[in-house]
Structure formats: structure tokens, C-alpha cells
């Protein structure tokens, strides 16, 4: 049963399917989240550097605050749920299911509206705090996938060791 060849995939959600092992969701969700934070925040820190000092603070502390309620009622919670469904899933799972389908579907909202309001007559500084904010907010709620990645590995060394030592 082991030496079946492997079906060929025949539909395109199949052929796009690259399975990973679970813990790997972890690490794809973590690495995706802090990248486009950290993109989000590279273009507050351009917007925000021609600026004077006074209104630099003022950006900077709007920005936080909008971090803090971005990360505290928004993403929080779908990471929190994304981590409970990546462990309930199968030890295998497709390296696009490291978020549920609602998720896809908010970070493509969020992605339109970003360009939207990069292409909008809106000047550059007041769409600081919007970018800050939501930049930090994803960074810091990304190190959640990536304490649960190293949890993971954690677990399995864990369980090598009691393997090992029976």
C-alpha cells in the first residue's frame, strides 16, 4: 500500500495545493503577518519623516493608539482563532490554510482599501496613524503565531526526547 503512486491532481484548488506540516502553518502565517507589517510601517516612516517634530509625536502617538485597538478587537482574535483551527486540523494541511477563508477574504478588504487610500487625494501624514497602527498591530499579534511555532518544536523535541529515552 505504501509503493500506490500518488493519484494525479485533477482540479485546480488540487494542483495548487502544497502540503505542509502543521506546524509549518504557523510559521507561514507568522512570517506573512510580520512582512506586511512591517510594510505597513515602512510607509508610515516615509510619510511621516518630512514632517516636523511636533506633528512626527502627534502621528506617532495616534499610530499607537489605533495599534492598540487594531490588535486588542480585531487581530487578536483571528490569529487566536486561526492558531485553534491550524491545531485542530490534520497533522498535513495545505500551506494556504494557515488562515480560514473569512480571513482571505478581510485581508483582501484591508489590501483594497490600502490602495485606495494610497491613491486618494488624502494627504500622505494623515494616513499615518492608519498605517501605523495597523502595521504595529499586525507585527506585534504576528509574534502569536510565531511563539506557537515555537511551541511546536518544542513538543516535538519533547516527544523525540520520551521516544528516545524508553
Known sequence: MANEPT???????????????????????????????????AYAVMWIAPEALPEQLVLVVAGLVVAALFARFVFVGIVRKNIARIEEGPGRASAFAFQGWKSYLVAASMIVLGITLRHSPIPKPYLVPVYAGVGVALFLTSLLYHRQLVRAFRADAAARADRSGD
Open 7 to 41: 493519484p494525479p491532481r485533477s482540479t485546480l484548488a488540487e494542483r495548487l495545493t502544497i502540503p505542509v506540516e502543521r506546524r509549518w502553518l504557523h510559521a507561514i502565517a507568522g512570517v506573512v503577518w510580520t512582512g506586511v507589517g512591517v510594510l505597513c510601517i
